[in-house]
């Protein structure tokens, strides 16, 4: 199968993985044809250009700033990016066959890039539904229901369902709510988990980056690595540790960048709080070995989500056998993958003092280890990356049929 996969997070190798690498990988070795079309920051790249990176051409177009930006830079590159994608696909890829365009949303602009490549191609597309906008916004008060803007987001996503000829949702509470949102898409849904490479060396041999970044080894550590930014409730975050300052048992790693990373770094310093430090994106290798060298992963979301959101570090947390600690709405649910794997525990992000109560309660517990291990016997068996690569190769199969 040939496929083009048009991304807007696949970084380079020596930058790291994500689930996106990890499924083109899949694909790659399962035999498929892949290209890599990702539309790149200006922050990190000065001009276009296709190489090979992990085995296949991958086309890097330079398009704006999206992440960690302001809302209307954000905006902005939102709209150019379809525009200048489109020019860069044409160039690179215009003679290419392809039978299949797999994409993730966000951006819902890219509802015409996709419509156009589609026509272009005469191929079938596959949408990985990873947030769904402009709903997301107008829970976090970015976005006024009844305003121009979201109005015009609405139109581009109901135009991007509508061009899509499946749509894969994360998990079944967000298929649920996708489909009681929209009735129409009933017979193109269908579930499609977030899914992860998964690493067999997944325990730690010694503590080196504790050391570095002098973390006590009698610690019990709360990591939380990734984006911070609104969605993920930085607030709570800010009066945990401000609580748990004098918990001589505890320390908390916050790893990552984001428009509220400030107010962790703001937090420590005014506080002087020294059980907790706001360290910068790190390099794959170390990233792993930190979190090999942690005791439990956090997962924060803002408790206002009516959208049931799924995010994927915690497929991370899993890999590395540590127990999790969810603080989050209650439209997800992610609760209900940690008590189906007995790997962690879950409250309400709304809930300031249960969220304290859990994380004192879990520094001081016995069982941290079996609740690590069993989540990762959940992710072997449950998101694994090669059940992403047999459902795309399912519809592959269906499109043979029909021809």
């Known amino acids: 199968m040939k496929i083009l996969y048009i991304s807007g997070s696949f970084p380079e190798p020596n930058k790291g993985s994500t689930i996106y690498t990890d499924l083109a990988e899949a694909l790659n070795e399962a035999g498929h044809e892949i290209t890599v079309a990702v539309y790149e920051q200006s922050i990190n790249k000065k001009k276009t250009e296709m190489k090979k990176e992990r085995g296949f051409d991958v086309l890097r177009i330079v398009t704006g700033n999206y992440f960690n ?16 994608m489109r020019a860069g696909i044409n160039k690179y890829f215009n003679n290419y066959q392809i039978d299949l365009i797999l994409f993730e949303a966000p951006p819902v602009t890219n509802a ?3 419509t156009w490549a589609k026509k272009k191609f005469s191929c079938k597309t596959y949408l990985m539904l990873k947030d769904i906008f402009p709903q997301n916004a107008v829970d976090l008060g970015i976005m006024n229901k009844n305003g121009l803007i979201y109005k015009y987001f609405k139109g581009m996503e109901e135009k991007l369902y509508k061009t899509s000829d499946t749509i894969g949702c994360m998990s079944l509470a967000n298929k649920k709510y996708l489909i009681e949102h929209n009735t129409c898409l009933i017979e193109k849904v269908e579930l499609f988990p977030n899914t992860k490479k998964l690493n067999n060396s997944f325990k730690s041999n010694g503590y080196k980056l504790r050391k570095h970044y002098s973390i006590p080894n009698e610690a019990c550590v709360f990591v939380f690595g990734g984006n ?34 400030f107010k962790l770094e703001q937090t420590i310093s005014k506080n002087q709080i020294m059980n907790a430090i706001v360290v910068e994106s790190l ?73 304290i109560a859990k994380i004192k309660g879990m520094a001081g517990s016995n069982d941290l280890s079996t609740k690590g291990n069993n989540g990762r016997k959940y992710i072997e068996e449950n998101f694994n990356v090669n059940l992403s690569v047999e459902i795309i190769e399912k519809h592959f199969k269906q499109l043979s049929e029909v021809v």
């Not at 902005?76 to 200048?84: A, E, G, N, R, Y």
């Not at 918990?247 to 960048?257: A, D, M, R, T, Y």
């Not at 959101?309 to 915690?314: E, K, W």
């Not at 603080?327 to 649910?333: H, I, L, N, V």
Request: glycine share 6%; net charge negative; aromatic share 8%.
């Open 228 to 261: 911070m930014g609104k969605p993920q409730h930085i607030d709570l975050l800010c009066t945990a540790i401000k609580r748990c300052k004098n918990e001589k048992n505890i320390f908390f790693l916050f790893i990552g960048s984001g428009t509220d990373r």
């Open 69 to 84: 930006v302001g809302l209307i830079e954000k905006g902005i590159t939102s709209l150019m990016i379809p525009v200048l």
């Open 112 to 114: 015409r890039l996709i």
């Open 283 to 355: 390099p794959r290798n170390d990233y792993e070995q930190i979190i090999k060298e942690c005791d439990i992963g956090l997962i924060v979301l803002d408790p206002r989500f009516t959208i049931p959101n799924f995010p994927s570090r915690i497929l991370t947390f899993m890999e590395y056998a540590k127990p999790v600690l969810a603080a989050t709405d209650k439209s997800t649910d992610i609760k209900d993958i940690i008590e189906d794997a007995q790997c962690g525990e879950w409250v309400w992000s709304g809930d300031i003092d249960a969220f």
